[in-house]
């Protein structure tokens, strides 16, 4: 994502008026576009996360099965 300054600079640059930041930010909030994606990186890193505990837990399970069966045969059943 573009710094304030940096879209400043290039308005600047293609139109020869200038901008502040302020006013940048005002653009974007009055048209509903987030500038602050803090939140939306939290979640997705969460969703990541718990992802990979769940897909740990899944083998996990998948590997205690399967042991499980492999001493019922050799043993009999418990």
């Given at each position: 994502?573009?710094?304030?300054?940096?879209?400043?600079?290039?308005?600047?640059?293609?139109?020869?008026?200038?901008?502040?930041?302020?006013?940048?930010?005002?653009?974007?909030?009055?048209?509903?576009?987030?500038?602050?994606?803090?939140?939306?990186?939290?979640?997705?890193?969460?969703?990541?996360?718990?992802?990979?505990?769940?897909?740990?837990?899944?083998?996990?399970?998948?590997?205690?099965i399967v042991d499980a069966n492999a001493w019922?045969?050799?043993?009999?059943?418990?």
């Open positions: 994502m573009k710094s304030l300054r940096w879209l400043a600079k290039e308005y600047m640059a293609a139109t020869g008026r200038k901008i502040t930041p302020a006013g940048i930010t005002k653009h974007y909030e009055v048209r509903g576009i987030p500038r602050n994606l803090t939140g939306k990186i939290k979640a997705k890193a969460e969703s990541l996360v718990n992802k990979e505990l769940v897909n740990k837990k899944t083998a996990l399970t998948e590997l205690d019922s045969t050799q043993h009999g059943p418990a």
